[in-house]
Nanobody, 124 residues
């Protein structure tokens, strides 16, 4: 099992940038496909991005493609989400997520572990 703790959220002006971090516990971090999901008020939790254990393969939701970048540092047990050109519709609680399934199944089957979430607010 892996435990996840997010940090880096806050209030960001439209067009601005912020980087989220997620620290994972355990020595098997590199065995996990990592990702980010988000939940806006009154909406379901949506997939945002995923990254393979090696960092070579990444997937993004269409709504964030070209603006967000997911990366990981296996030596630090940390995954990041760099968020640029933020829009008010990016306002949500962002959750770090992990799974030992293949990255190719993540978008259909989702993740197995989540952090507590960090709020990102982009005022209109």
């Amino acid at each position: 099992q892996v435990q996840l703790v997010e940090s880096g959220g806050g209030l960001v002006q439209a067009g601005g940038s912020v980087r989220l971090s997620c620290a994972a516990s355990g020595r098997t971090f590199r065995n996990y496909v990592m990702g980010w999901t988000r939940q806006a008020p009154g909406k379901e939790r949506d997939f945002v991005a995923a990254i393979s254990w090696s960092g070579v393969t990444t997937y993004y939701a269409d709504s964030v493609k070209g603006r967000f970048t997911i990366s990981r540092d296996n030596a630090k047990n940390t995954v990041y989400l760099q968020m640029n050109s933020l829009k008010p519709e990016d306002t949500a609680v962002y959750y770090c997520a992990a799974t030992q399934r293949s990255i190719y199944s993540v978008r259909l089957q989702g993740f197995d572990y989540w952090g507590q979430g960090t709020q990102v607010t982009v005022p209109s």
